[in-house]
């Protein structure tokens, strides 16, 4: 009950943010699709739920909203002026010092969310740096990036290259294994998407 009021907390904050600088329709499919990536690449390996994980994927993209919202002017400068061949989160960091999802990590340790929703966040694009290995972390790094590769068609970067190798290993993840995950997920999404419709 507490994680479904997460989630749709979440679908009211993708809601109520963004204004007119962003297409919020697109950051909220990829939020569910890095939710739905990360329980089910979790639940592959270990026989814990990957509900919490499926909530870290919904909140995943909350710092651009909150970056949007504090300096609007800043903000689109990271996110909508991307170098050729620069990823967003490289863009991000170029710009800011710091990546959309480390401010959102930071800004749902700050709300005193539970630690096992927030540091997969933080750590979402370098979940190598956790000590010991962090099995959500790496989930969600990948399913971000998976994500990324079903919605984002830009010719010029190759989402699911730019997946970690140490993740791959530590998830006993093939290519095989991430093209049935990507199946499996655009196959369940329009019906996620209309229970946690914006």
Request: hydrophobic share 40%.
């Amino acid at each position: 009950l507490y994680e479904l009021a997460l989630a749709t907390s979440a679908a009211a904050i993708i809601r109520a943010a963004g204004g007119g600088y962003l297409e919020l329709k697109t950051l909220w499919q990829h939020s569910v699709y890095t939710g739905m990536l990360a329980k089910s690449i979790f639940e592959k390996n270990t026989v814990l739920s990957g509900e919490s994980l499926f909530v870290s994927g919904l909140l995943s993209n909350v710092g651009t909203l909150a970056v949007v919202q504090y300096s609007p002017e800043i903000a689109m400068n990271a996110i909508a002026n991307e170098s050729k061949g620069q990823y967003s989160w490289q863009r991000e960091i170029e710009v800011l010092g710091f990546s959309m999802v480390e401010a959102g990590g930071a800004l749902l340790q700050h709300w005193q969310l539970p630690e096992d929703i927030y540091i997969p966040i933080q750590y979402l694009h370098r979940p190598d740096e956790v000590t010991p290995p962090c099995l959500p972390c790496h989930a969600l790094h990948t399913a971000n990036r998976l994500a990324s590769e079903i919605l984002y068609t830009d010719k010029q970067l190759v989402f699911r290259g730019s997946i970690g190798s140490t993740s791959l290993n530590t998830l006993h993840c093939t290519q095989e294994d991430l093209d049935f995950l990507v199946e499996q997920a655009i196959d369940k999404a329009p019906e996620m998407m209309t229970i946690f419709t914006l």
